[in-house]
T-cell receptor, first 110, second 113 residues
Framework: GQQVMQIPQYQHVQEGEDFTTYCNSS?????IQWYKQRPGGHPVFLIQ?????EVKKQKRLTFQFGEAKKNSSLHITATQTTDVGTYFC??????????FGQGTELSVKP | EAQVTQNPRYLITVTGKKLTVTCSQN?????MSWYRQDPGLGLRQIYY???????DKGDVPEGYKVSRKEKRNFPLILESPSPNQTSLYFC????????????FGPGTRLTVT
């Protein structure tokens, strides 16, 4: 089946520093989704990328879908304490299955 | 308010004692799914349902059962829980599969001793 690798597993940053998490798939994807889970909370949908090379922005968050549609990244500019949480990518495998990456846990030191 | 609800939120039980975790959504979503979350492993799909009476296995279905008799409800059944099923469980729903965002419930923390 499809393999997904998300790195890094943990990232500790000083407030104001940038942060990036990467998601890599073993197969070409139709689309990819990103979710954020705050500590003690549940995953919340952030965005979906569909087109090759697509770049989408949400305020300080920039999402990219690779040209080959096999990888994606989430970049946060100038992190804030409100960015703390775990970020997951999610890939549809077809037939109803959804595969989540292992997640990147972000901690931000004020 | 559009939401996915799960009950109970916390449960401590003993090995072998059958339990059911309920999941209900009020958004008329066709697709519902169960995940377990364990440290370092992310979210792993247990079972999913594309519609009423249509269910299928995810990546980690062993030891679990589900049913989808009504569109709004998708209970997760552990017939004989074991300690390796201690985990955080999430139910999710969406209008369809693939290109639709998933709406997650608040989670159920299960401990099996």
């Amino acid at each position: 089946g499809q393999q997904v690798m998300q790195i890094p597993q943990y990232q500790h940053v000083q407030e104001g520093e940038d942060f990036t998490t990467y998601c890599n798939s073993s197969t070409t994807l139709s689309n990819i989704q990103w979710y954020k889970q705050r500590p003690g909370g549940h995953p919340v949908f952030l965005i979906q990328l569909v087109k090759s090379g697509e770049v989408k922005k949400q305020k300080r968050l920039t999402f990219q879908f690779g040209e080959a549609k096999k990888n994606s990244s989430l970049h946060i500019t100038a992190t804030q304490t409100t960015d703390v949480g775990t970020y997951f990518c999610a890939l549809p495998e077809g037939g109803g299955k959804l595969i989540f990456g292992q997640g990147t846990e972000l901690s931000v030191k004020p | 308010e559009a939401q996915v609800t799960q009950n109970p939120r916390y449960l401590i039980t003993v090995t072998g004692k059958k339990l059911t975790v309920t999941c209900s959504q009020n958004m008329n979503h066709e697709y519902m799914s169960w995940y377990r979350q364990d440290p370092g492993l992310g979210l792993r799909q247990i079972y999913y349902s594309m519609n009423v009476e249509v269910t299928d296995k995810g990546d980690v279905p062993e030891g679990y059962k589900v049913s989808r008799k009504e569109k709004r409800n998708f209970p997760l059944i552990l017939e004989s829980p074991s300690p390796n099923q201690t985990s955080l469980y999430f139910c999710a729903s969406s209008p369809g599969v693939g290109t639709y965002e998933q709406y997650f419930g608040p989670g159920t923390r299960l401990t099996v001793t």
